[in-house]
């Protein structure tokens, strides 16, 4: 007689292919079965019919500020708001860290913050500076997922923008350790360029900050970035693409074999530059919101494939940060990874017809193949890590700034109908959220590329 810690009855399985109404068996944090009327015991058996059984969401890009900023955000608050949303592995970026993780010594005081108190899995990217072409091997060594490099000004003074030869060396380091780099792509001497003739000339409005990071400066640095990485030989990932446009510079480089691959959030996906103006510092990033055809042509690009990937940039701050008369200088960062399943299956499924399977894929199947996490993370098969979002699809609901698990709780969904209730989020056979209520202490472990292969 079979005997499993988990048992899920009847669920509606989330599969690469489509949907599949199946049983599903975890024992050991694996999944160890999949099939119609599955015969043993459980210590748990949960009645899943009419729920869809996600793969864990795969937040490949936020900002949890730890330690340092912890003020901002933390690993306790931040893997909350992802567990209630679904999340059950998230990246964490370098910057925004005190230390910032540029080193393997920065490396290991973030690893121990966040083991002490994050209930989800984790990955850390390290930081390509300048200066640190030295410390890529040993950030290598402890396990960064990839790392991360501006080619415009981070807004934290500690991580410096790469210059070309830095971040050509850096790609080079990179492709011999076998590791991604990952870049803000946005032209630093244009954004600051615009920006600066504004503010001498006092146009320190939303519209004014939008004008100042046109669609152009994307364009521009994508393009140089892929050029740099095809000629060193590295693979490179190109975060929060803005536009159209972008996407398609990427796509065309990958059909010509560069090794290169982007992300877009939810908020390029839902929000506009209109939102914008309306909501105020809570929808301030960078790149910035766009016009809505932006929005339809991510949509349609992350529809067909060309754009693979979907992660939340989750950046968070006090409020107290997010007030100022002058848009350049209030703090930029959306605050949003705990809808980001939710926003794509109400924009995704419900407004556009994309198949929940295709969303999945966008929110972690991509994520778990690009960083050397496949095949045990980012999808439901026997022998995978059980990662699990347990979602009722006909659950909607308008976002509250009540129901937001963050430090901080402001965003710019908040009022937004979405779609998809979380009942429950499974790391490792573990249940760490459930209804809406998270788990104390911390279960979350490093994940490294390549750990997850046996
Ligand atoms: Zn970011």
């Known amino acids: 007689m079979n005997r499993y810690d988990l048992l ?39 009645d899943a019919t009419g729920l869809h059984v996600f793969p864990g969401i ?34 964490d970026m370098p910057l925004n860290a005190h230390p910032p993780t540029v080193t393997a010594e920065a490396f290991d005081q973030k690893h121990a913050a966040a083991e002490a108190s994050s209930i989800v899995d984790f990955a850390l990217w390290g930081g390509l500076v300048p200066g640190n072409l030295a410390d890529l091997e040993p950030l290598a060594e402890r396990g960064v997922i990839g790392f991360k490099a501006f080619m415009s000004n981070s807004g934290i003074d500690d991580f410096a923008a790469v210059d070309d030869d830095t971040l050509f060396q850096g790609m080079r380091i990179a492709a011999r350790l076998g590791r991604i780099v990952a870049v803000h792509a946005e032209n630093d001497a244009i954004t600051a360029g615009l920006a600066r003739r504004a503010m001498v000339e006092g146009r320190v409005g939303a519209r004014d900050y939008l004008a100042s990071r046109p669609v152009i400066a994307e364009l521009e640095a994508i393009n140089r970035a892929i050029i740099l990485a095809a000629e060193a030989g590295c693979a490179l990932h190109i975060v929060h693409v803005s536009s159209g446009r972008g996407v398609e510079l990427v796509a065309e480089a990958h059909a010509r074999g560069v090794d290169v691959s982007c992300e877009t959030c939810p908020h390029y996906l839902v929000l506009t530059e209109d939102d914008v103006e309306r909501l105020g510092a809570v929808a301030k990033c960078a790149p910035p919101l766009r016009p809505q055809m932006e929005i339809e042509a991510l949509w349609e690009h992350l529809r067909t494939g060309a754009l693979p990937m979907v992660a939340s940039d989750h950046s968070p701050a006090p409020a107290s940060m997010k007030t100022s008369d002058d848009f350049f200088r209030v703090w930029g960062g959306i605050s949003g990874c705990q809808h980001l399943l939710a926003l794509l299956l109400a924009e995704g499924n419900d407004r556009r017809g994309i198949d ?27 022998g995978a890590s059980a990662d699990l979002a347990l979602v009722d699809l006909a659950a909607t609901f308008t976002v509250t700034a009540g129901d937001l698990r963050y ?8 009022g937004r109908e979405v779609r998809g209730r979380v009942v429950r989020t499974v790391v490792r056979g573990i249940t760490v959220q459930r209804d809406g209520v998270c788990i104390d202490g911390a279960v979350g472990r490093l994940v490294t590329p390549g750990s997850c292969r046996e």
Do not use: K, M, Q
Not at 358 to 374: P, Y
């Open 356 to 382: 929940p399977s295709t969303l999945s894929r966008r929110a972690s199947g991509f994520a778990a193949e690009r960083f050397g996490l496949a095949p045990n993370r980012g999808t439901l098969a026997v």
């Open 8 to 46: 899920l009855r009847g669920g509606t399985l989330v599969v690469p292919d489509g949907l599949s109404v199946a049983d599903l068996a975890v024992a050991g944090g694996r999944i160890v079965a999949i099939g119609p009327d599955l015969e043993g015991t459980a210590a748990e058996s949960i």
């Open 58 to 91: 795969i937040d490949a890009h936020v900002h949890f500020n730890e330690p340092g900023r912890a003020e901002w955000e933390g690993f306790a608050t931040g893997s909350r708001a992802l567990a209630t949303g679904g999340g059950t592995l998230f990246f």
């Open 407 to 414: 430090r901080h709780p402001h965003s710019p969904y908040v």
